[in-house]
């Protein structure tokens, strides 16, 4: 009943800006928090950011500094606005929620979004 539509990924140089976006859309009650996670090629998908409907934010330490997490309750939206890029940096980027209260269930449920390649290359 979720779909996360993700938009904004690309090629950057290093130092270079991204900024991504997660639109979720279909019912829900409550989708509470939302994040980004990423995988690159060999390694295993990792934590980016979270960050919950009253703005309480998580984020990975190897993206402390750089990124940062926002969102938009009334649109449903979260950002990551990513600066500082490193070729590290470079992998599929996923929106995520671990809890989206949807019709018919008061349990929480997780939902993924495509992913969005992101590759920091000069």
């Known amino acids: 009943q979720v779909q996360l539509v993700e938009s904004g990924g690309g090629l950057v140089q290093p130092g270079g800006s991204l900024r991504l976006s997660c639109a979720a859309s279909?019912?829900?009650?409550?989708?509470?928090?939302m994040g980004w996670y990423r995988q690159a090629p060999g390694n295993q998908r990792e934590l980016v950011a979270t960050i919950t409907s009253g703005a309480s934010t998580n984020y990975g330490d190897s993206v402390k500094g750089r990124f940062t997490i926002s969102r938009d309750n009334a649109k449903n939206t979260v950002y990551l606005q990513m600066n500082d890029l490193k070729p590290e940096d470079t992998a599929v980027y996923y929106c995520?929620?671990?809890?989206?209260?949807?019709?018919?269930?008061?349990?929480?449920?997780?939902?993924w979004g495509q992913g969005t390649q992101v590759t920091v290359s000069s």
């Open positions: 995520n929620t671990n809890c989206a209260i949807v019709p018919g269930s008061a349990r929480c449920k997780v939902y």
């Open positions: 279909g019912r829900f009650f409550s989708i509470n928090p």
